[in-house]
């Protein structure tokens, strides 16, 4: 996912961490978020942590090249979206394949990273 929001935020709106990082562990504490799920996404944004579908659609606001008009689908109620979201994150790796090894940043892209 992180690949997907790099290529597609033009802004660069966006920084990243590691959720097992000391950064991320006080930013989980900080959001009375669970310190042990460390296979989630989580975005905070305007002094609130989203996660899920919400996360999902809210970072599709601000990426470039016609992704934004899925933000539109936060209209639909949470309690639909999150089991079709944790569905989808069930097989993503049936559907889109896993990578046996992470893309190494540019200089620029580390500057996005805690």
């Not at 660069?12 to 959001?31: H, M, N, V």
């Not at 990426?63 to 069930?90: E, M, N, T």
Request: proline share 3%.
């Amino acid at each position: 996912m992180v690949d997907f929001i790099i290529s597609h935020d033009s802004d660069a709106y966006f920084k990243f961490g590691a959720l097992q990082s000391d950064e991320g562990q006080a930013l989980l504490k900080e959001y009375g978020m669970s310190q042990s799920d460390l296979d989630t996404l989580i975005l905070i944004e305007d002094g609130k942590a989203f996660t899920h579908s919400t996360a999902v659609l809210k970072i599709y606001q601000h990426l470039s090249g016609g992704w934004s008009i899925l933000y539109d689908f936060i209209v639909v109620p949470q309690f639909i979206r999150d089991p079709l979201y944790d569905l989808f994150a069930k097989f993503r790796y049936k559907i889109f394949g896993h990578k046996a090894e992470c893309r190494i940043p540019t200089n620029e892209e580390r500057a996005r990273f805690m």
